[in-house]
C-alpha cells in the first residue's frame, strides 16, 4: 500500500461520499434557529417561575430608606462587638441564669449589704440552689430567719425560678478525727454548736 492509496477521500466500500464537498451545514442536519430561540427562551421561563419572578413583574427596587452596600451605616456584613457575641452564646447555650446568679455571687457585698456579708459567704449554686456559709451558729440562725427576704432579692436581680431556695450552712469546726487531741470511740458530740 502507498502513501497515495490512504489519502483518497473514498470510503473503503469504494463508493464515493456525495456530499464531499459541501458546507458543513448542509452535511449536517442543524436545529433552526428559531427553534433554539424558543427553547431558550422556554428554560429562561421555567428558571424565572423558580424563582418567583412572574411575567410583567416589576423588578424589586431598593427604598430609599435602605442603606446602600458598603455605605457607612450597620448592616449584615458588618463586625459584631465582642459584647453582643458573647450575649447571643450565652442565651443560645442556656446559660443566662448561671450567669446571672454568677453576677449576684460577685456583687453579693451589694446585694446583701455589708453587715450580712461580712459574715456569710456564697459557696456554691447549683439545680437552683444557693448554699451559703455562715461563720458561727448565730449569723447561721439568723440569715435562716433572713431567707425569705434574701429570695425576694434574687428574684428582684435575676429573675423569677432561678434560684428556688436558699440552703444556709454554719461554721465548719475543727474535726478531732485525726491529729494529737483525737480520741477513740465516739468522740465529742455537744461541744460545738
Same mark, same amino acid.
Given at each position: ?9 473514498? *470510503? ?10 459541501? !458546507? ?14 424558543? $427553547?431558550? #427562551?422556554?428554560? $429562561? ?18 427604598? *430609599? #430608606? ?10 449584615? @456584613? ?12 450565652? /442565651? ?16 453579693? /457585698? ?6 450580712? $456579708?461580712?459574715?456569710?459567704? *456564697? ?9 451559703? @456559709?455562715?461563720?458561727?451558729?448565730s449569723w447561721a440562725t439568723n440569715?435562716? %430567719?433572713?431567707?425569705?427576704?434574701? %429570695? ?11 434560684? @428556688?431556695?436558699?440552703?444556709? %450552712?454554719?461554721?465548719?469546726? *475543727?474535726?478531732?478525727? /485525726?491529729?494529737?487531741?483525737?480520741? !477513740? ?9
Open positions: 500500500m502507498s502513501a497515495d492509496d490512504t489519502s483518497t477521500s473514498q *470510503p473503503r466500500s469504494g463508493v464515493p461520499d456525495p456530499t464531499e464537498g459541501l !458546507p458543513v451545514g448542509e452535511r449536517v442536519e442543524l436545529t433552526p434557529p428559531a427553534e433554539v430561540a424558543r $427553547a431558550a #427562551l422556554d428554560r $429562561a421561563k421555567v428558571a424565572a417561575a423558580g424563582r418567583g419572578i412572574r411575567p410583567g413583574q416589576q423588578p424589586r427596587r431598593r427604598s *430609599p #430608606l435602605e442603606p446602600l452596600r458598603g455605605s457607612p451605616g450597620k448592616d449584615g @456584613r458588618d463586625p459584631r462587638l465582642v459584647a453582643d457575641t458573647l450575649a447571643a452564646l450565652v /442565651r443560645d447555650r442556656g446559660w443566662t441564669a448561671d450567669v446571672s446568679v454568677g453576677g449576684v455571687i460577685g456583687r453579693w /457585698r451589694e446585694v446583701v449589704g455589708d453587715q450580712v $456579708a461580712d459574715h456569710c459567704t *456564697p459557696e456554691t449554686f447549683d439545680d437552683g440552689i444557693l448554699l451559703v @456559709r455562715t461563720d458561727s451558729t440569715l435562716r %430567719l433572713l431567707v425569705p427576704a434574701l %429570695l425576694r432579692r434574687l428574684t428582684d436581680d435575676v429573675g423569677e425560678d432561678v434560684v @428556688r431556695e436558699v440552703r444556709v %450552712l454554719g461554721p465548719v469546726g *475543727p474535726g478531732f478525727k /485525726r491529729g494529737p487531741r483525737s480520741v !477513740p470511740g465516739r468522740g465529742p458530740r455537744d461541744t460545738f454548736g
